[in-house]
């Protein structure tokens, strides 16, 4: 079993909806997750990182991590075209090094 | 503002030749990454490096060599290029010993071995 698993998608949703974007995880033992955003012919870009459980919020992004489903989320408010992109989930291995999902291609129909 | 480039965004080669792809960061940061990013594979790592001449192998490192003269440049050596090279290849780097370690992208070299 690989360490992070996404779903590749693509996946389409009309403007406005909320998206729910999730990974699965395996091995507990580092407790740093990541979200990245990487936008068509760019890199990847960290959008957020959260610690442990629980919920964080940035404007219309909030990240979620439950450990006891091994479980890692995205939701998007108010999704808009600007945030069609492939979004990577990511766990932090230690070493200084990130295991990432292959990430999930979203589009935001107008 | 953090920055990471590499030498070119488009490459094409032939089967056989040496490449070479060029990263530089201006953040001082101690690691450094290259990353190989193929559809439906995701984000690979090819090698890594904590420190100038100092290197580590990633989980593909067969076919490919890497170099570190200078803190802020990392260079990737493909010593012969073939066609299963053909990929996306991402650069980051990131600041040592930080808890979530995040590591920040160039914008990728899309390299096509012929």
């Known amino acids: 079993q690989k360490e992070v698993e996404q779903d590749p998608g693509p996946l389409s949703v009309p403007e406005g909806a909320i998206v729910s974007l999730n990974c699965t995880y395996s091995n507990s033992a580092f407790q740093y997750f990541m979200w990245y955003r990487q936008y068509s012919r760019k890199g990847p870009e960290l959008l957020m990182y959260?610690?442990?459980?629980g919920n964080k919020e940035d404007g219309r992004f909030t990240a979620q991590v439950d450990k006891s489903s091994k479980y890692i989320s995205l939701f998007i408010r108010d999704s808009q075209p600007s945030d069609s992109a492939t979004y990577l989930c990511?766990?932090?291995?230690?070493?200084?090094?990130?295991?990432f999902g292959k990430g999930t291609r979203l589009h935001i129909l107008p | 503002d953090v920055k990471v480039t590499q030498s070119s965004r488009y490459l094409v080669k032939r089967t056989g030749e040496k490449v070479f792809l060029e990263c530089v960061q201006d953040?001082?940061?101690?690691?450094m990454f290259w990353y190989r990013q193929d559809p439906g594979l995701g984000l690979r790592l090819i090698y890594f490096s904590y420190d100038v001449k100092m290197k580590e192998k990633g989980d593909i490192p067969e076919g490919y060599s890497v170099s570190r003269e200078k803190k802020e440049r990392f260079s990737l050596i493909l010593e012969s290029a073939s066609t299963n090279q053909t990929s996306m290849y991402l650069c980051?780097?990131?600041?040592?010993?930080?808890?979530?370690?995040?590591?920040?992208f160039g914008p990728g070299t899309r390299l096509t071995v012929l």
């Open positions: 980051a780097s990131s600041l040592m010993g930080l808890s979530y370690n995040e590591q920040f």
């Open positions: 959260t610690y442990s459980s």
């Open positions: 990511a766990k932090v291995k230690g070493d200084d090094k990130i295991i």
């Open positions: 953040m001082d940061h101690e690691n």
